[in-house]
């Protein structure tokens, strides 16, 4: 299990990590969301140890990093899939990993195998892909077979196969009573990955709980197609409604719920062939939660001539 006790780190004048306090546990894929810069990267370096916390503490089974025998029998990370030593080869990073951890040699031939570069072994990291480089990343975090795994955008550069294959590793990870904690940017993979959803925002805690808890209680839209979508789009501006078109004459109406739409189309004598209710999504509810956190944001408005 992975315990972040009031965690905060400072850069100089930046504080990248602002008392941060929750659990990560066993059995379960939590995913790990915030915008850019909002210290996912960082709150991970803590955690193995590359980064000391100005405050507060990361551990790891009730230990800091510093603290265990032997570092990847405990915990494996993938942070940075091109930090590698480009002359190296595949077999050769994760030999010098096996050695520095007393792991047997015949270990790095069964993750490379597991992870499907096994056929380019011999070949130097510094030709990889980025796809290729992550799937070496997680050979790397498997080599010591630890109960707790981190791993940070660990799509990046896969194709639809890889993506399905890393989705299925980590749902099996979970039933073996591992500690799986993934960062990811991508909404939608999170939302069919994870089984638990921590969101943080400009270095501090913003909510956690399951995709469903999540999008239960958030606001969504409501599809409606009808007869006269110009005069319902009217009708429905005129009660406070926020309407948008979508295809074939159909309408995405936020900040009325289906009854109020339905009952505004009959008492204006608008026929209406479809109403559907639409959830928000977990993208829609992240952009809701992290609004406020954006280091760099859109702009509606035009700025260039």
Not at 54 to 73: E, M, V
Not at 158 to 172: A, C, K, N, Q, T
Not at 268 to 280: D, K, N
């Amino acid at each position: 299990m992975l315990k972040i006790d009031h965690l905060s780190k400072r850069y100089g004048a930046t504080l990248a990590v602002n008392d941060l306090d929750f659990e990560v546990k066993p059995g379960v894929v939590t995913g790990f969301l915030g915008p850019n810069g909002s210290g996912k990267s960082t709150t991970m370096r803590v955690i193995i140890g590359l980064d000391r916390p100005t405050s507060g503490r990361a551990t790891i089974n009730g230990q800091t990093y510093d603290q265990l025998k032997a570092p990847l029998r405990e915990v494996g990370a993938l942070l940075d899939a091109k930090a590698l030593d480009p002359s190296r080869s595949a077999r050769n990073h994760l030999r010098a990993l096996a050695l520095a951890n007393r792991i047997p040699f015949k270990r790095v031939d069964e993750v490379l195998e597991f992870v499907g570069v096994a056929s380019v072994a011999n070949k130097k990291v510094g030709g990889f892909s980025l796809g290729m480089s992550q799937r070496l990343g997680i050979a790397g975090a498997l080599l010591g077979d630890p109960g707790v795994l981190l791993f940070d955008e660990p799509v990046n550069g896969l194709d639809p196969e890889g993506i399905r294959w890393i989705r299925d590793f980590f749902r099996s990870l979970a039933k073996e009573g591992r500690t799986v904690f993934v960062s990811s940017h991508l909404m939608s993979e999170m939302a069919v990955s994870a089984d638990q959803i921590i969101v943080i925002g400009r270095g501090k805690f913003i909510t956690s709980g399951t995709v469903d808890d999540l999008t239960a209680n958030a606001a969504g839209t409501v599809l409606v197609r009808s007869s006269d979508p110009s005069r319902l789009t009217q009708v429905l501006n005129e009660a406070h409604g926020v309407v948008e078109p979508v295809n074939d004459a159909g309408l995405s109406v936020a900040g009325l719920t289906s009854d109020q739409v339905g009952e505004a189309a009959f008492a204006a004598g608008i026929v209406v062939h479809e109403l559907t209710p639409q959830r928000a999504s977990l993208e829609d509810v992240f952009m809701d939660l992290t609004a406020d956190s954006l280091e760099y944001g859109h702009r509606s408005e035009a700025v260039l001539p």
